[in-house]
């Protein structure tokens, strides 16, 4: 893309108003044109990001229809699939969407359709790294479809940190949700390890540091589990009902169309993120799904003292 394209970002949320935020840098550096529009649901919250950022509030949604390149960042491919249609009327032929919703595939495919009818590319670019890697741009984008290197440009403004071409649309979100089940999958049975262990008498933390310099560590053990876990914050800044919602992308749509085995982990760890968040609520984070482990075996796990039994 050239830096005369204009840019649109719908969806302000945790990820969208970091990597919005990170556009608007780049627009003012010159690299794409100044300014970036976005919009919001929610538009006080725009208005702040245009405050803050120095992007253009968008009065309407219509407003954001005119750019050269669209990015949304919304919980799931519905609302993604909402707004194209709200859309798809007024948008210029020859200009790119990118998708940076962790999305379904299967629906990503089909809204690609309505948008290719309209002259209209897309990409799926599924973003991972968090509210803080969007904040510093440090993002991996996972990229599905054929504009791919139309919009590798513009991602690499917010994903820094690696991007990767997975196939054609939709293949990024194929990808994003398996990776996400693989974090779900990470997190729990590094605290079902964990209140084992201190069930059995082994504080957590020290648990840790002899499993951090082994062969059973992973992101979870060495980072959440302390940092989100033991520290009992609580606060990595992603939602359960967000991560059910991968999980439920990949198990429901990918596993189940693969005819894989009946011993399949990942329904399970589905289970467990149902279950957390009726206990928990979708907004809580998905770091909490830990608590509902620690209510059923009747444990608090803690950063240095000894691992609390419930009264
Ligand atoms: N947080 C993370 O760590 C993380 C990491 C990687 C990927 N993701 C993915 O990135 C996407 C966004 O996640 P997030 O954490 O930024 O979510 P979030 O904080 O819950 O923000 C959601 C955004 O979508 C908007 N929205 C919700 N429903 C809408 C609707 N019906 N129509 C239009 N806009 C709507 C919200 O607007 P309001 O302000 O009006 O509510 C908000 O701007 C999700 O697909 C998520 O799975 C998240």
Not at 134 to 145: F, N, Q, Y
Not at 153 to 173: D, N, Y
Not at 229 to 246: A, C, E, H, I, T
């Amino acid at each position: 893309m050239s830096n005369e394209e204009s840019i649109a970002f719908i969806g302000l949320g945790a990820m969208g108003w970091c990597i919005a935020a990170n556009l608007a840098t780049a627009a003012a550096e010159g690299d794409v044109a100044s300014p970036v529009t976005v919009w919001n649901r929610t538009s006080a919250k725009a208005e702040r990001h245009a405050a803050a950022f120095g992007t253009r509030c968008a009065r309407t949604l219509l407003d954001a229809s005119r750019a050269d390149v669209i990015i949304t960042c919304l919980p799931t491919s519905a609302e993604v699939a909402a707004v194209v249609a709200e859309l798809a009327p007024e948008l210029k032929a020859g200009s790119l969407w990118i998708d940076c919703t962790s999305g379904d595939p299967n629906t990503t495919r089909e809204t690609a359709r309505v948008l290719e009818r309209v002259g209209v590319m897309m990409v799926d670019s599924p973003v991972s790294g968090g509210p803080d890697g969007a904040k510093t741009g440090e993002l991996t984008a996972m990229i599905g479809g054929d504009a791919n290197r139309r919009a590798q440009p513009v991602i690499s403004l917010f994903a820094k940190k690696k991007i990767v071409h997975c196939g054609p649309i939709g293949a990024g979100h194929a990808v994003k949700a398996m990776n996400n089940c693989l974090n779900a999958a990470h997190l729990i049975a590094g605290g079902e390890a964990l209140i084992a262990l201190a069930k059995w008498g082994v504080q957590p933390d020290i648990a840790l540091a002899a499993i951090n310099a082994s062969s059973g560590r992973s992101l979870q053990t060495e980072v959440r589990l302390p940092g989100e876990v033991l520290s009992r914050k609580f606060n990595y800044g992603f939602k359960l009902g967000l991560m059910l919602k991968d999980v439920g992308v990949a198990v429901d749509g990918l596993l189940s169309s693969s005819n894989g085995s009946k011993d399949s982990i990942f329904p399970v760890v589905k289970r467990l993120l149902e279950k957390s968040s009726i206990d928990e609520g979708y907004d809580a984070d998905y770091t909490r799904v830990v608590r509902t482990l620690e209510l059923d075996a009747g444990i608090v796990l803690h950063e240095t003292s000894a691992a609390s039994t419930v009264s």
